[in-house]
């Protein structure tokens, strides 16, 4: 999985509720480290959880799913498609 606090990788098969990112020291069992996390909703996609009122904190939800996704500061690549986009239908003669 990817400690979205600072990108680290870690390699662990589990991630065990007060387990701490070796680089940067937050804990990983959280909401914002679980592939369930909605960052635009800023919920979980799970129906049969509770809900949790820290969710960059340490949290004892066992429907975690390690997340594998972007990484801090990692270019999604939304502008790159919004540039593609832009140059197709532009009409101001560049």
Known sequence: MIC???GYRYEGRTVGFG??????GEYLH???NCAL???????CRSHTTEAVSDR???NFCEEFVP??????GQ??????????FDDLFRTDGE
Request: charged share 30%; glycine share 6%; hydrophobic share 20%.
């Open 37 to 43: 996390y909605n960052p635009d909703s800023e919920r």
């Open 75 to 84: 270019d999604s690549g939304r502008e790159k498609v919004a540039e593609h």
């Open 4 to 6: 979205r606090h600072c």
């Open 30 to 32: 959280t909401c914002f």
């Open 56 to 58: 960059k904190s340490r």
């Open 19 to 24: 387990v701490l990112c070796e680089s940067c």
């Open 67 to 72: 997340n594998t996704g972007i990484v801090p």
